[in-house]
């Protein structure tokens, strides 16, 4: 079976809730960000717990940094993927386009507390 590349961009709009005391722990929590990250503002934060939601469709427990922290504090509110431009590598012409608009993220599950 013979394999073809594919490039494109997608893109993605969304609008996230973060609660305070995840942007402050990002922030201002020294040994925090010794072992994690070092972002500098709370765009920065956002972006980055933004990516995690929705690229790789995990929630705040299971993020590196997060795990004593309550799903609660960050919500996705909107999520609108816009059409993609993909183009197969070495033909001049595109190869069309696809819809993500419609795509929905696979639905989270909470964990369990025990």
């Not at 494109?8 to 973060?18: K, N, R, S, W, Y």
């Not at 722990?25 to 960000?33: G, K, P, V, Y």
């Not at 993927?81 to 993909?86: F, G, P």
Request: glycine residues 4%.
């Amino acid at each position: 079976m013979a394999m073809k590349k594919f490039r494109g961009q997608l893109t993605v709009d969304f609008e996230i809730e973060v609660d305070d005391s995840v942007i402050e722990r990002c922030l201002n929590d020294a040994e925090w960000r010794q072992n994690f990250y070092q972002f500098n503002t709370p765009e920065e934060v956002a972006g980055n717990l933004a990516y995690n939601l929705v690229h790789n469709t995990s929630c705040l427990s299971n993020l590196d940094g997060f795990a004593d922290m309550d799903d609660d504090l960050l919500k996705l509110k909107k999520e609108r993927w816009d059409d993609t431009d993909v183009e197969q590598v070495g033909k001049r012409r595109k190869a069309g386009s696809v819809r993500y608009d419609k795509v929905k993220p696979a639905r989270r599950r909470k964990a369990k507390r025990s």
